[in-house]
């Protein structure tokens, strides 16, 4: 059990910053997601983490002691490398003795523990196959098997599901959650795939160009986000977001969409919205929040997509696009129609267009 | 020759033209083929005509005429009881046993250097390759100056020792011997190396990093991951080496002549010895021929080795 603490840590590969002021503690036994599309800086932080890369600046505390100076091999982090990287010449029995036999454990012990991981991952009946023929699916289990089975009170994986199909994903992430259940590590978990994110992760933390941009549970995240990238890139598809101004009348505080109409803002954001200044903002709201409307905006209706279960409804007017998902039921616009609709006042964010941050609401 | 329309049931009348258009292929490439197997296989086959003779061209006679000197196995016989022979492929075996493994532990400790990046890595690098470079003949010459008794191996020795050493390197037959393998060593050792680093270079570094995590010492990953990841390649380079220590030639011969004596005669000098100074080529041929089927047993070795370590 380790609790980790990455503290102001940096890495930079010459004038390239790749991680900055990076402040995230991941609490003993927590699965953490580092959420963000490539080149976010995540993979960078894992490494770090793992030992392979040395950070330019500020520590990563193990259980408050800072092991930046503890080689890799020592650190009793285990990993899952997005390939895999299994040892493809030997056995599978070799592979998940591999770890065991580098520390020295006596025969008898590390037979009787690759028996009973083996059985565990269902890799029993294959225990002394090569490990070059077996699928990625056993491939991917043998991974987890080979790291879990030195109980690393650390475990890194790095996009582990990105080569499985989707049926396959499915299941792996039922079951990497059951696993971790069952080993009870502190876990980090890379990813670029935010539906994993979001079902496996006890914390997201969401990352964009080398910066950590939010931490907070799975629904924290989707319901409040702290800026517009974390909206846009939570929820498929992301947040709308519209370019409005401030016009108040009779006290109450609304915003004007050029061209589409106005929405109220909710009573929660009137003192925020009040208290700022400039009257320029962004309104946000998701697309599964938006319902057919008397007033509210109007936007053409561009294309309708009937996907199943829902249907999204592609919106545009003068240069500004949003998206409406509304349940298969509903009958939808019909495409090349006006189509007016609104967002109830809990769905409703408002967004500083200048710095993209949230405007924080208050309960009244 | 994929047909996109070849579904299930057309199969059939779909391969009938695929076969048909390679066996045209095949028409048409066969005189090419034909070729290729004549320049492959004439040699091989008037060695062997002419070894089953006593056929020289001092006889008089064209080669293809030589079946009226016929003399059967008689050339095979006396190989087997001709000690300049064997005592040749002694040598060479000697030879072989000695550099062959020294070549393949330099190379391979140079590659473990040269694995990871250092300062000044490239000009080492090249450096290093430079005796490969050089024709070994040239090598020959420089190597017959650097073991002359007033030569500059003697003068470096005698740094050690209290007297001015003057040992007669090229004139001992013992010495003789060791002063050829150690140009040798000297010329072919970068390719060794050449080889074994880009095998080192292509296994995985994320198996690596992975064995690293697990907790495993270099050694341990050296031993369980680089080397077997290498099998391969170490097979081939180890191949090359011993077939090309088959027909060392042109170094020893300027160094030493095959001498003194027969001290340095391996198979490719003594080859040459009885072709050029004693004409008597059907024996040649016989020897050739001998040497071939010792090679091509230790390829066929090699290669079937080398299809197992791909396997999977």
């Known amino acids: ?364 | 020759m994929t047909n996109v329309s070849a579904m299930a049931p057309a199969v059939e009348k779909i391969d009938a033209p695929a076969t048909q258009s390679a066996r045209l292929g095949l028409w048409l490439t066969l005189p090419a083929q034909l070729l290729v197997l004549f320049i492959a296989l004439f040699p091989i086959l008037m060695q062997v005509y002419i070894s089953l003779t006593d056929w020289s061209p001092l006889d008089g006679i064209p080669w293809w005429k030589a079946h009226e000197l016929w003399i059967g196995l008689l050339n095979y016989a006396d190989l087997m009881a001709d000690n300049r022979f064997w005592g040749a492929l002694w040598r060479t075996m000697f030879v072989m046993a000695i550099c062959v493994p020294v070549q393949f532990l330099l190379g391979l400790g140079l590659a473990v250097l040269f694995v990871d990046d250092f300062r000044g890595k490239r000009v080492l690098y090249s450096t290093l390759l430079v005796p490969m470079m050089v024709v070994p003949a040239v090598a020959g010459y420089m190597f017959f100056m650097l073991f002359q008794s007033g030569g500059p191996v003697n003068d470096l020795l005698s740094f050690f020792t209290s007297d001015p050493v003057r040992i007669a390197w090229l004139s001992d037959p013992d010495l003789a011997l060791i002063a050829v393998m150690i140009a040798d060593i000297w010329q072919w050792t970068p390719l060794m190396f050449l080889i074994l680093l880009a095998g080192m270079i292509s296994v995985p570094q994320d198996q690596q990093m992975a064995a690293i995590l697990l907790g495993a010492s270099w050694w341990r990953r050296f031993f369980t991951i680089v080397l077997p990841r290498m099998k391969s390649i170490i097979i081939i380079a180890l191949a090359i080496r011993v077939i090309e220590i088959f027909k060392i030639f042109d170094t020893l011969f300027i160094m030493t002549g095959g001498g003194p004596g027969v001290a340095t005669e391996t198979i490719s000098v003594y080859i040459y010895k009885v072709t050029q100074q004693e004409l008597i080529w059907s024996y040649v041929a016989a020897i050739a021929l001998a040497i071939l089927i010792v090679l091509s047993v230790v390829s066929v070795f090699a290669i079937k080795r080398m299809q197992r370590g791909q396997k999977p």
Not at chain 1, 248 to 268: K, M
């Open chain 1, 1 to 364: 059990m380790s609790e980790i603490a990455l503290e102001n840590l940096g890495k930079t590969f010459g004038d390239f910053t790749a991680l900055a002021e990076m402040n995230l503690t991941i609490a003993n036994g927590e699965f953490m997601a580092l959420l963000g599309p490539s080149g976010c800086g995540k993979s960078t932080t894992m490494n770090m983490i793992a030992g392979m890369l040395r950070p330019s600046s500020g520590a990563i505390r193990f259980n408050g002691r800072d092991v930046v100076d503890v080689p890799m091999a020592k650190r009793g982090v285990g990993f899952v490398f997005q390939n895999y990287a299994i040892f493809t010449h030997m056995s599978v029995r070799e592979n998940l003795a591999y770890g065991l036999r580098a520390q020295g454990t006596p025969a008898a012990e590390i037979n009787k523990r690759v028996q009973a991981f083996a059985e565990l991952l269902q890799l029993d009946t294959m225990l002394d196959r090569r490990a070059a023929g077996l699928s990625v699916n056993i491939l991917q289990r043998l991974a987890i098997g080979r790291s879990a089975i030195l109980e690393p009170s650390i475990f890194l994986l790095d996009e582990p599901l990105s080569n499985v199909d989707a049926a396959f994903r499915a299941v792996m992430r039922s079951e990497l959650k059951s696993l971790q259940g069952e080993f009870d590590q502190t876990m980090v978990y890379v990813t670029h795939d935010q539906l994993e994110a979001m079902t496996m992760a006890d914390r997201i933390a969401v990352m964009d160009h080398g910066k950590l941009l939010q931490v907070g549970t799975p629904l924290d995240i989707y319901n409040a986000p702290a800026d517009t990238f974390v909206a846009k890139f939570i929820g498929a598809p992301g947040m709308n977001i519209l370019n409005g101004r401030f016009v108040e009348n009779a006290g109450v505080v609304a915003v004007e969409v050029p061209g589409l109409g106005t929405l109220d803002v909710p009573p929660t954001l009137q003192a925020a919205a009040k208290d700022k200044k400039a009257p320029n903002i962004q309104i946000g709201f998701r697309p599964e929040q938006v319902n057919a409307s008397q007033s509210g905006l109007t936007m053409h209706v561009g294309f309708v997509e009937r996907i199943g279960a829902r249907t999204i409804v592609h919106l545009e007017h003068s240069g500004s696009t949003a998206k409406a998902v509304l349940p298969s039921d509903a009958t939808p616009p019909l495409a090349g129609s006006d189509w007016t609709f609104s967002a109830s006042d809990e769905a409703i964010r408002l967004f500083d267009p200048t710095s993209g941050q949230a405007l924080k609401g208050r309960a009244h």
